[in-house]
């Protein structure tokens, strides 16, 4: 069965220091995506990322960066020097098949506090 | 990234109407598109895999005829909620997949992702 674990129920932060959002996934298929997304109160889904099963580089985007382990099941996702406007809801999803329908984790809501 | 639009974005009707949401792809085909419910403070749950030209594939326990999808078009998919009580109150949102064309070696495309809409919130008195 695949399954994703967003440990982090909530998170609080101050202003300009640095998060990690953890995220672990079981699945028994060899090839699959990763994916993480932010859902600010507006409500929308914004993506942040995809991460192929056979590409583990780390990746880096401005403020950003994601820590992919295939050894751990991991897809850890880091923000440096938060800001206020990063408050919001981030999701973790893994995804496989054709179809491309994606399990979510829980959600881990981050804020950001002045 | 790609658009999907999504309307509308909130509706409070009266229990026993019908309410039908649209789902768009602004920029891309999509011959894929997914409902997902999200209750307050709970992740997405996926209701359904709605194709092109085709019937949708519904989850275990969500009912067909309660929910109808309709994707006549690569750019247009509606969902609609038929007969609706209060316990259908909810945030509905969908999602598009920009396949970038050809379906093959899905993992390798740089797109096979999916693009969300703004989502509608659902009020049912």
């Known amino acids: 069965a695949q399954k994703v674990t967003q440990a982090q129920t909530e998170i609080s932060v101050v202003e300009k220091e640095d998060v990690t959002l953890d995220c672990v996934y079981e699945?028994?298929?060899?090839?699959?995506?990763l994916f993480w997304y932010k859902q600010p109160p507006s409500g929308e889904l914004v993506f942040l990322i995809r991460?192929?099963?056979?590409?583990?580089q780390n990746e880096i985007s401005g403020r950003y960066s994601w820590n992919f382990q295939k050894s751990t099941s991991s897809f850890n996702f880091t923000i440096t020097a938060s800001q206020v406007v990063d408050s919001a809801v981030y999701f973790c999803?893994?995804?496989?098949?054709?179809?491309?329908?994606?399990?979510f984790g829980k959600g881990t809501k981050l804020s950001v506090k002045p | 990234g790609a658009v999907v639009s999504q309307h509308p974005s909130r509706v409070i009707c009266k229990s026993g109407t019908s309410v039908k949401i649209e789902c768009r792809s602004l920029d891309f085909q999509a011959t894929t598109m997914f409902w997902y419910r999200q209750f307050p403070k709970q992740s997405l749950m996926l209701m359904a895999t709605?194709?092109?030209?085709?019937?949708?594939?519904?989850e275990q326990g969500v009912e067909k005829d309660k929910f109808l999808i309709n994707h006549a078009s690569l750019t247009l998919s509606t969902l609609t909620v038929t007969s609706a009580h209060p316990e259908d109150s909810s945030f509905y949102i969908c999602?598009?997949?920009?396949?970038?064309?050809?379906?093959?070696?899905?993992?390798?495309?740089?797109?096979?992702?999916?693009?969300f809409g703004a989502g509608t919130r659902l009020s049912v008195l």
């Open positions: 991460r192929n099963s056979f590409d583990e």
């Open positions: 699945t028994r298929d060899t090839t699959y995506y």
């Open positions: 709605s194709n092109e030209g085709s019937k949708a594939t519904y």
């Open positions: 999602s598009a997949r920009d396949f970038g064309g050809l379906q093959i070696d899905y993992l390798l495309t740089t797109k096979n992702i999916q693009y």
């Open positions: 999803a893994l995804g496989g098949g054709s179809q491309g329908n994606l399990i």
